[in-house]
C-alpha cells in the first residue's frame, strides 16, 4: 500500500531530548529519505506452494508528490511560556525567514493551523551576537521583540544546541541587545535592558512631564479617562492602575475584548501599543491582564510584566522587586537601581514537535 502524507504532524515530548532529532530539524530530506521507513514501501512477493509469483517490473519512478513538496514543509517545535505560545523554527542557515507574514497569520490560526501567539525564528547572530530572533506575531505584524518568546528562543537554543546546566546567550533583536540565561532549575532569567520613558520613543503622543516621560497621564477611551503611564521595552507599553475617577481597578471586571483594540489603535499610540492593566495587592504584588499588540487577549505578556514594575514604582505603587501574576502564571520582576536594567524570570515549557506544508 502506498504511505499517506497527513497535512500536520504531531509529537509530544518524551525523554529523549531535540537533538536526537536535530536532523528532522535541521535537514528535512533527512526525514524524509527514501530509508525512512515512514515512507519505504515493501515489495510484495506473495507465495502460493511451490509457484512463486514476482511484481511486474515498473517503469522507473518519477518524483513523488513529497518529493516535490518538501521544500515546503516547516517543522517545528512548540513552546510556551505562561500559556503565551510560540512556533520556534530553526532558521540559522538563512537571514530570511523560512514563512511569510501571511503564511505565519495561517500556522497561528488556532482553528485551521497550527495555533499559536507567534512564530519566532531562530537565526545566526552578527555584531558579537550568539543568535538573532525575529517573531511574528499572529495578525502577521512583526514587533520588536517578546519577553516570554525570548525565554522560550534560550529553552529552544539550547535543546538544538545539546547544552545542559546554566547557559548564557547574547540575543540580537530589534529591540536590541537581549540577554537571557538558563538557571539550574529550568527557569530563564533575562536581561531586558534599560526601560524607555521619555515619549517620543515609547512612542506616545500623550503630554510629557518635566521629565519627559508620560506617568499618569489621562487618555480618553470611549468616553471614560483612564490614568497611565507609558513604557517601552523595546516594544510600547500602556499601563493603567485606575480610571480618572481614581478607582483602583479590578483586573478580572476588565471586558478585554472591548476596550483591548481602542488602546492598542488609539491616537495618541503611532505605533500601535500593548496595553496592561493592573491590580495592586500590596507593593511586591501586582496582577496584571494584557491586550497585545498584534496578538489580543495573550495568557502572559514578558515585556509588559516588567513595563507594569517600571510603572508601578513610577507611581508609587511598588517596590523595585515585585511578583506579577497573569493569567498563565507569575513572573518575578526585579527593575535594578544599580544598572537601571528590568530583570525577568520564569519559565518556557516544550509543548510538541510538528510539521505542516506552507
Not at 295 to 321: D, K, M
Request: proline fraction near 8%; hydrophobic fraction near 35%; charge should be negative.
Amino acid at each position: 500500500m502506498p504511505t499517506t502524507s497527513l497535512p500536520l504532524a504531531f509529537s509530544l515530548p518524551s525523554r529523549r531530548s531535540l537533538p536526537s532529532i536535530s536532523p528532522f530539524l535541521r535537514h528535512p530530506k533527512l526525514y524524509h529519505s527514501k530509508s525512512s521507513p515512514f515512507l519505504r514501501n515493501p515489495s510484495i512477493r506473495p507465495l502460493f506452494a511451490s509457484v512463486s509469483v514476482d511484481a511486474p517490473k515498473m517503469a522507473p519512478s518519477q518524483p513523488s508528490f513529497l518529493d516535490h513538496k518538501e521544500s515546503a514543509v516547516l517543522h517545528f517545535v512548540k513552546y510556551h511560556g505562561l500559556g503565551n505560545d510560540f512556533i520556534m523554527v530553526d532558521n540559522r542557515e538563512s537571514m530570511e525567514p523560512r514563512v511569510t507574514p501571511e503564511q505565519a497569520m495561517k500556522i497561528c490560526n488556532r482553528n485551521f493551523g497550527v495555533g499559536a501567539d507567534g512564530v519566532i525564528f531562530v537565526m545566526s547572530g552578527f555584531n558579537g551576537t550568539d543568535y538573532t530572533m525575529r517573531i511574528f506575531n499572529s495578525d502577521g505584524s512583526e514587533p520588536e521583540m517578546c519577553g516570554n518568546g525570548v525565554r522560550c528562543f534560550a529553552r529552544f537554543i539550547a535543546e538544538l544546541e545539546n547544552l545542559h546546566g546554566t547557559q548564557r546567550f547574547r540575543i540580537h533583536t530589534g529591540a536590541g541587545l537581549i540577554i537571557p540565561e538558563i538557571q539550574n532549575d529550568g527557569k530563564v532569567k533575562v536581561d531586558m535592558g534599560q526601560p524607555i520613558l521619555l515619549a517620543p520613543d515609547v512612542p506616545t503622543k500623550l503630554p510629557a512631564n518635566h521629565t519627559g516621560a508620560v506617568v499618569r497621564a489621562e487618555i480618553l477611551v470611549d468616553g471614560i479617562g483612564w490614568n497611565v503611564t507609558c513604557v517601552s521595552m523595546g516594544n510600547p507599553h500602556c499601563v493603567t492602575f485606575s480610571t480618572k475617577q481614581g478607582e483602583p481597578l479590578q483586573v478580572d471586571d476588565i471586558k478585554l475584548e472591548e476596550v483591548g483594540p481602542k488602546f492598542e489603535h488609539h491616537e495618541m499610540f503611532p505605533s500601535r501599543t500593548n496595553t496592561e492593566f493592573v491590580q495592586v495587592f500590596s507593593r511586591s504584588h501586582l496582577k496584571m491582564r494584557v491586550w497585545e499588540r498584534g496578538a489580543g487577549a495573550t495568557l502572559a505578556c514578558g515585556t509588559g510584566a516588567c513595563a507594569v514594575v517600571v510603572a508601578a514604582v513610577l507611581e508609587g505603587h511598588a517596590e523595585r522587586i515585585c511578583t506579577v501574576d497573569l493569567p498563565g502564571g507569575p513572573l518575578e520582576i526585579e527593575w535594578r537601581e544599580e544598572d537601571n536594567h528590568v530583570y525577568m524570570t520564569g519559565p518556557a515549557e516544550k509543548v510538541f514537535y510538528g510539521s505542516i506544508p506552507l
